[in-house]
């Protein structure tokens, strides 16, 4: 049964990507900072900081997971503007955290980073992919970081990494 390791996966999108994946037969390790794993899904839950990066390596010791979904991150524009150092730090530093736990105890575990429509220059027309990165404000441009990381990990060492920059999104569960 394959494997897949989901951080921050107390969130909105986690409870989802969860449930997913559980109906799809994977086994499911779900991450998050809190003590305790908030939705009721059968899945193993480790408490996990991606700014600890003896911590993500001791749970990808553990499991050995064939994907990783990286989820964890300060996403609150209005917030990344109160903290914008915390900001920095979670979202670059724990980006490069998980990459070198990776690179050094799965590195053929293939990961997904999900980054943000924060990340491109505003536009008076919809947005296209390759649309100039220029983020205005500290998350998206922690973001524009963590991506160029998670690039610059894929070419240096031959790591499977795929990145997006998703939109808004709402649905059920939402805790906002």
């Known amino acids: 049964m394959a494997k897949v390791f989901i951080i921050g996966a107390n969130g909105f999108v986690g409870g989802h990507l969860i449930k997913e994946y559980i109906d799809n037969g994977y086994e ?10 908030r939705y009721s899904f059968p899945a193993t839950y480790e408490k996990v900081n991606i700014l600890d ?3 993500l390596k001791s749970i990808l010791e553990k499991y050995e997971p064939d994907y990783l979904i990286n989820l964890a991150a300060i996403s609150s ?5 109160k903290i914008p150092d915390e900001t920095i730090k979670v979202n670059a530093i724990g980006t490069i955290n998980i990459l070198d736990a990776i690179k050094e105890i ?9 980054g943000s429509s924060e990340e491109y220059i ?5 947005l296209k992919e390759d649309d100039a990165l220029e983020a205005n404000n500290p998350y998206g441009i922690s973001k524009i970081t963590a991506e160029n990381l998670a690039r610059m990990y894929a070419n240096s060492y031959g790591l499977s990494i795929v990145c997006t920059r ?11």
Do not use: M, Y
């Open 28 to 37: 499911v390790i779900a991450g998050d900072l809190s003590d305790e794993f």
């Open 106 to 114: 799965v590195p053929k575990c293939k990961s997904l980073f999900v």
């Open 166 to 176: 998703s939109f808004n999104h709402t649905g059920i569960r939402t805790s906002r």
């Open 77 to 81: 524009v209005g917030l990344s503007w």
């Open 122 to 126: 505003q536009k008076d027309r919809p």
């Open 53 to 55: 990066k003896e911590n």
